[in-house]
């Protein structure tokens, strides 16, 4: 598989989609999972559908369509909950099907077959194109940049927003900055995991990372490791049993939470059994 690798240019372009895309779901996916907006990333995972849906219409890229309306959802569901007074649930709510609506109507009026539809469904990383892997190297170095920059104020806002807002006025526009971010990297990675799986993409590796660590910074790098390591893993699984990447690749990093979750637990028991020996030797004496 992994000479294979150098021999396949779809496969190279596809090695080189699972280093970018684990930069960038680590870093947004960390963000997400410590300020607890995984449904609002969800809201705007779904209705980048729309986008979808209109490019095939007009018959422009998907990517680009889907970047644009996952952009403005985001925006929209923050501008709605801080602005409007409407809940953030409701907000995505509306969103959400929204987007998926338009989606299908789009889709359905388009004239002829979309072949390359499942592929943004359910994912396809055999499928990245060189402009694909150009977009998520930019903003694999955006995302690099803008956090080791604004590290501590984006772990204020991620985890005490109130304490953020008592030194600075700026506390919405990074996170305005930062839904877009996190918009960007949804779409980017829809190619990999689908706009139905794409979600668990950013949301399994920082859950993995957070059973070894509740350091921001060490949840981000190990969230970059495991998804690295979960999406080659699931990638050379789809390609030697000829089964769907996309969710080879959500299994595979199921399985590596799994298994994270019972050797931590194994070894949290083993810490507690040799501290109540000592205890107890230590009653002895």
């Keep these: 598989m992994f000479e294979a690798f150098f021999d396949y240019n779809f496969l190279f372009k596809s090695f080189l989609a699972v280093i970018f895309?684990?930069?960038t779901?680590?870093?947004?996916g960390s963000y997400i999972v410590s300020k607890k907006m995984v449904f609002l990333s969800g809201g705007i995972t779904h209705s980048s559908f729309g986008g979808i849906g209109i490019a095939y219409f007009t018959g422009i890229s998907p990517v680009l369509g889907a970047a644009c309306f996952g952009v403005a959802s985001g925006l929209g569901i923050q501008y709605l909950a801080s602005?409007?007074?409407v809940s953030e649930d409701s907000?995505?709510?509306f969103l959400w099907a929204f987007g998926m609506a338009v989606g299908i109507i789009f889709i359905y009026l388009t004239p002829g077959y979309t072949p390359d539809l499942m592929s943004y469904l359910f994912g396809s990383i055999l499928t990245v194109s060189t402009g694909d892997l150009i977009?998520?190297?930019?903003?694999?170095?955006v995302l690099l940049f803008y956090f080791a920059r604004y590290y501590r104020f984006i772990m204020y806002v991620a985890f005490d927003e109130g304490y953020a807002r008592t030194f600075s006025s700026r506390v919405d526009l990074?996170?305005?900055l930062l839904i877009v971010l996190v918009s960007l990297v949804i779409v980017l990675n829809i190619r990999i995991a689908g706009v139905v799986l794409v979600l668990s993409l950013l949301t399994i590796p920082p859950n993995i990372a957070l059973l070894y660590t509740n350091n921001f910074s060490k949840v981000i790098i190990v969230s970059i490791i495991a998804g690295f390591v979960g999406m080659l893993a699931g990638l050379a699984a789809s390609w030697y049993l000829n089964i769907p990447t996309g969710a080879t690749i959500i299994f595979t990093l199921v399985l590596l939470w799994v298994i994270s979750r019972i050797v931590m637990t194994k070894t949290k028991d083993k810490r507690q059994k040799t501290k109540?020996?000592?205890?107890?030797r230590a009653e002895r004496i």
Excluded: D, E, H, P
């Design 174 to 176: 990074f996170k305005y």
């Design 276 to 280: 109540g020996k000592s205890n107890k």
């Design 91 to 93: 907000a995505i709510g």
């Design 83 to 85: 602005r409007q007074k």
């Design 135 to 141: 977009a998520l190297i930019i903003l694999s170095v």
């Design 21 to 23: 895309g684990s930069i």
């Design 25 to 28: 779901a680590g870093i947004a």
